[in-house]
């Protein structure tokens, strides 16, 4: 590899770092890890071309284009920490992975037209794992817990919602919201 190229390929990872946290490399070897997956099927349950997944991964792409793989990607970190605390078995983790597959993501960037039902009201779980989604779009873990410990002095409850929704688990983010509504 050239200079300009291990330029582009630092830059990217940057770039990679600022968006999702960490280089893509680092979070779809750890999926790959935690979920016991090969890079052909990590790619399959994103929706995303092996060779795709594979430019992300060495940092000759920057970022993921598609909005739905992001959220893909988000739902695996969750199902990865789950299937690590225990919560969640290798055969639900497999069934929530196909699940997870299927996802059509959110509907951020449609431009089909949603009738409102009742049904289709926002379920505590989905609105807690949007909180979560968009924390841990800002920073990673780590950071967050770094900035809750040092709100704690003066700020308790804000640095509780911080640790709650951006580095816990969804049951108990989930388990927060419904004891602060009211």
Known sequence: MDAAQQEATARARELQRNWYGEPLGTLFRRLIDDLGLNQARLAGVLGLSAPMLSQL??????????????QRVQLL???AV???????????????????????GGAVLTNTTQHVTSSSAPTVKRVVREIQSLLRSVAAASD??????????????????????GAGRTADAVAHYQAHQS
């Open 77 to 79: 970190q969750e199902l």
């Open 144 to 165: 967050i817990i770094e900035a809750a410990d040092s709100l704690a002095p003066t700020h308790p409850e804000l640095a509780e919602f911080l640790r709650v929704y």
């Open 82 to 104: 789950q299937v690590a605390d225990g919560s969640v078995s290798a055969a639900e983790a497999t069934e929530r992975m196909e699940e997870i597959k299927r996802s059509q």
């Open 57 to 70: 991964m060495s940092g000759q792409r920057a970022k993921i284009g598609n909005p739905a793989v992001v």
